[in-house]
């Protein structure tokens, strides 16, 4: 048989594409779909960014009315000022990186030592950006009459809201396989984990210490963030085998 037939009869090597998405070679799905999910959660939160860095008149108005709306219930309810400002402290980033810390090393206790230095990465990592962030953008906080907080540093994005979201997604990653085969168990962390999320950043709206585009700053960082960091300890968790 001549060397030109059995180059025609040579099966095509599979493209870049269907690798990818081959089922079968699950390092390479699994890295794609984070990736991609990553990816796709930076888009907005970029797009967020310069938008307020061009203080675009839609976002501004939205931002300064409902900072406007809510500072005007605040002064007329110091009972809501009073549990808003008890959740804030309760779950700021110091006691939720407590919090983390003290699973970091219960983590290490059972010798995912691996599994620890991911949330410890992402902790370090999207508090870094979040700092970051807030030194390039440069954006003022909520000039109100009448405050009733008040709060130090730039305003974009939100520390509280991105650190809400990070800790909520770590501990919500590390908890959820042992709840595999209990669905309550399962929704109840969900559950957790928006709430803690979600009231967080509400907080600091309600105590006009932030605008809405800051909290969802944070949010979206947050979620970019646990997700980038989530692809990367899949390869390398993949690449050197199960932890010991």
């Known amino acids: 048989m001549s060397t030109s037939g059995q180059r025609a009869r040579r099966p095509a090597s599979p493209s870049w594409r269907a690798r990818r998405l081959d089922p079968d070679r699950s390092l390479g799905l699994r890295l794609t779909l984070a990736t991609t999910a990553a990816f796709l959660v930076l888009v907005p939160f970029a797009l967020l960014t310069v938008l307020v860095l061009g203080a675009w008149p839609p976002l501004h108005r939205l931002d300064a009315a409902v900072a406007h709306d809510l500072h005007g219930y605040a002064v007329g309810h110091p009972g809501w000022v009073w549990f808003m400002t008890v959740w804030t402290n309760a779950f700021g980033p110091g006691p939720l990186r407590i919090a983390v810390l003290a699973v970091v090393v219960w983590l290490f206790t059972r010798r995912a030592a691996r599994l620890a230095w991911w949330a410890v990465t992402t902790m370090a990592v999207g508090g870094l ?11 003022d906080r909520p000039d109100l009459l009448d405050p009733v907080a008040r709060a130090t540093g730039y305003s974009f994005p ?35 984990a928006a709430a803690v999320t979600a009231l967080t950043g509400v907080s600091r709206l309600a105590l006009g210490v932030h605008y809405v585009s800051d909290v969802v700053g944070g949010w979206v960082l947050g979620a970019a963030t646990v997700a980038a960091t989530t692809a990367a300890f899949r390869t390398w968790r993949t690449r050197t085998g199960p932890p010991s």
């Open 129 to 139: 950006l979040g700092v970051l962030l807030k030194l390039l953008v440069g954006r």
């Open 158 to 192: 939100s520390g509280h809201a991105l650190n809400a979201a990070l800790a909520a997604g770590v501990l919500l990653l590390v908890f959820l396989p042992y709840a595999r085969r209990r669905p309550a168990r399962r929704w109840a962390l969900w559950a957790a």
